[in-house]
T-cell receptor, first 112, second 111 residues
Framework: ETGVTQTPRHLVMGMTNKKSLKCEQH?????MYWYKQSAKKPLELMFV???????ENNSVPSRFSPECPNSSHLFLHLHTLQPEDSALYLC???????????FGPGTRLTVL | EDQVTQSPEALRLQEGESSSLNCSYT??????LFWYRQDPGKGPEFLFT???AGEEKEKERLKATLTKKESFLHITAPKPEDSATYLC????????????FGQGTILTVHP
């Protein structure tokens, strides 16, 4: 595997389900990010982790819970989501805070 | 608060017809301006980073330029495979790694 990978690529869940999105980066980077991309809206930063420590939480509802067990892996735990949470969730990584970010392919989430 | 506005929202070109995409920005302490390309159903693909006014970067048919208020992505003699959404983002000096993105320009190149 190379670059940034995300699983699953597609996810359909009910409002009462609990699911997790997984991201893995194979680039040796120190920072990882979660973004949300909704139709007709710019990419929105959700969370930033640097060396496994959360350094930014962009006012995201508590039904989204990130976890970074090590510098290569990032999870986004989802529970009691709303239909308006349906979107493409993108993971990214970068060498440091000022370097270009490399994105994974995304998880297309649909909340019924 | 950092802001990015891209224009036009959509651009349709004939193959070989050169044009430019615009990215206007306001940011507190620019640490970098980034251009990405995004194909449908995929994550953004990094193209360029520009750090200071006057800087230019080139890659194949694409050339990015930067002033103190805006950036241009010039596309020379485009081909149908250049069709994609082009995203501009800025990194300001106030927080760690927080990119602010524009809404993107959807480019369609017809053969």
């Amino acid at each position: 595997e190379t670059g940034v990978t995300q699983t699953p690529r597609h996810l359909v869940m009910g409002m009462t389900n609990k699911k997790s999105l997984k991201c893995e980066q194979h680039l040796g980077h120190n920072a990882m990010y979660w973004y949300k991309q909704s139709a007709k809206k710019p990419l929105e930063l959700m969370f930033v982790y640097s060396l496994e420590e959360r350094v930014e939480n962009n006012s995201v509802p508590s039904r989204f819970s990130p976890e970074c067990p090590n510098s290569s892996h990032l999870f986004l735990h989802l529970h009691t989501l709303q239909p308006e949470d349906s979107a493409l969730y993108l993971c990214a990584s970068s060498q440091d805070s000022a370097a270009q970010q490399f994105f994974g392919p995304g998880t297309r989430l649909t909340v019924l | 608060e950092d802001q990015v506005t891209q224009s036009p929202e959509a651009l349709r070109l004939q193959e070989g017809e050169s044009s430019s995409l615009n990215c206007s920005y306001t940011v507190s302490g620019l640490r970098g301006l980034f251009w990405y390309r995004q194909d449908p159903g995929k994550g953004p693909e990094f193209l360029f980073t520009l750090y200071s006014a006057g800087e230019e970067k080139e890659k194949e048919r694409l050339k990015a330029t930067l002033t103190k208020k805006e950036s241009f992505l010039h596309i020379t003699a485009p081909k149908p495979e250049d069709s994609a959404t082009y995203l501009c983002a800025v990194l300001g000096g106030t927080s760690y790694g927080k990119l602010t993105f524009g809404q993107g320009t959807i480019l369609t190149v017809h053969p």
